[in-house]
């Protein structure tokens, strides 16, 4: 096993067998990054006011009976991770729930069918801005349950998907929704899980929006058909936008007017209302010629700089506050490779990888 430094690009692991012995493939592979978020964790948690490592775990607790019979398969992963890792269980699924912490911080999002790409694939396409740090706890990974058809998976620490693509075509890409009506129930992250294990659009769709939530991304799910699903979520309901034109575009705010009641505060969305009118300005214009150097002058973009579709660093904002995109991937989904770009989009170029 090597481990790659930060400049090398992300680590590339892979994992198969049950569910177990997946996470704790993934855990002995991943354990500096798994000790690093733990650590982050903590300090972060720490420093609410109000909140502590145990009352996390505590408050976590509760959601794990809904969790597993939500997917079971997945606490399986975490248990088998916590092996691997040495980082306590309830300490991983307390960091897998929607902490009062690290508040999405951003995402842009592109999809578009056969009828607007030059090679007729379906693509789907997502920047991910987060804290600057977090780059180092990415990972490329290849997961192949036994009872699964296995995904391609943007990963922190090797364990938790932020995007992904399946071998049966499905991708989960979206967008991180900041709604008012969260409560304990099911992590966030879960669904974007278990929409890679799905086969079919129907199944992926149920997927991406338990009933028991406790929080939601706005997940969008797409199949190699040229289906495309922004599931905009909140804790207790959601739209289903689709893609009715054959493309979209998303970013961090509710597009759906019955979705705006749930916006928590929406003076602190400008960033998401500049990156999507820019994003879907920009994708019009490439629309019947879509290919990888499309995504790639797209999300390069630096109107509305540093908050930009390709965003950097604002060095007006404590570093706590700041938000970078640490990478940018697209999901070919009828030839099923992933183009991954390291860091900003303006600096990188994409790589081609293979289920
Ligand atoms: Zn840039």
């Not at 930060?6 to 049950?18: H, I």
């Not at 690093?36 to 408050?59: C, H, L, N, T």
């Not at 379906?122 to 920047?127: E, T």
Request: glycine letters at 10%; a neutral charge; hydrophobic letters at 35%.
């Amino acid at each position: 096993m090597s481990k790659k430094g930060a400049t090398d690009g992300f680590r590339e692991v892979s994992a198969s067998g049950s569910h177990f012995q997946i996470g704790e493939t993934l855990g002995k592979q991943c354990r500096d990054q798994a000790i690093r978020m733990e650590k982050q964790f903590k300090e972060a948690i720490s420093a609410v006011p109000g909140w502590s490592v145990d009352k996390m775990i505590s408050y976590s607790r509760k959601s794990l009976p809904l969790s597993k019979r939500f997917y079971p398969e997945y606490i399986e992963e975490l248990e088998g991770y916590a092996r691997g890792s040495g980082v306590k269980f309830e300490v991983l699924y307390a960091m897998s729930c929607d902490a009062p912490i690290g508040r999405g911080k951003g995402c842009t999002d592109l999809v578009a069918n056969g009828e607007w790409t030059k090679d007729d694939c379906v693509y789907a396409a997502h920047n991910e801005d987060v804290s600057p740090g977090s780059i180092n706890e990415i990972t490329i990974a290849r997961i192949k349950p036994k009872d699964e058809p296995g995904y391609l998976g943007m990963n922190y620490g090797g364990i938790w998907p932020t995007a992904g693509m399946n071998a049966a075509g499905i991708s989960l890409t979206g967008n991180a929704l900041v709604p008012n009506d969260t409560r304990q129930g099911i992590p966030k992250i879960i669904p974007c899980r278990k929409v890679l294990r799905e086969t079919g659009i129907y199944q992926a769709l149920m997927a991406s929006m338990p009933e028991g939530r406790g929080h939601s991304f706005n997940n969008i799910v797409t199949d190699a058909n040229g289906e495309i699903f922004s599931m905009e979520g909140s804790a207790t309901t959601f739209d289903a936008l689709y893609g009715e034109e054959g493309w979209l575009v998303h970013t961090n705010h509710y597009l759906s007017p019955r979705m705006w009641k749930f916006e928590e505060n929406m003076h602190t969305r400008f960033s998401s209302i500049v990156r999507y009118n820019r994003a879907k300005k920009l994708f019009k214009k490439e629309l019947g010629n879509v290919d990888i150097a499309s995504f790639h002058r797209i999300f390069s973009d630096h109107v509305g700089y540093p908050e930009s579709i390709c965003r950097h660093p604002d060095a007006a904002l404590a570093k706590d506050e700041q938000t970078r995109s640490i990478f940018s991937v697209v999901f070919n989904l009828t030839e099923k490779v992933a183009w991954v770009c390291y860091g900003n989009p303006c600096e990188g170029a994409y790589k081609k990888y293979e289920f």
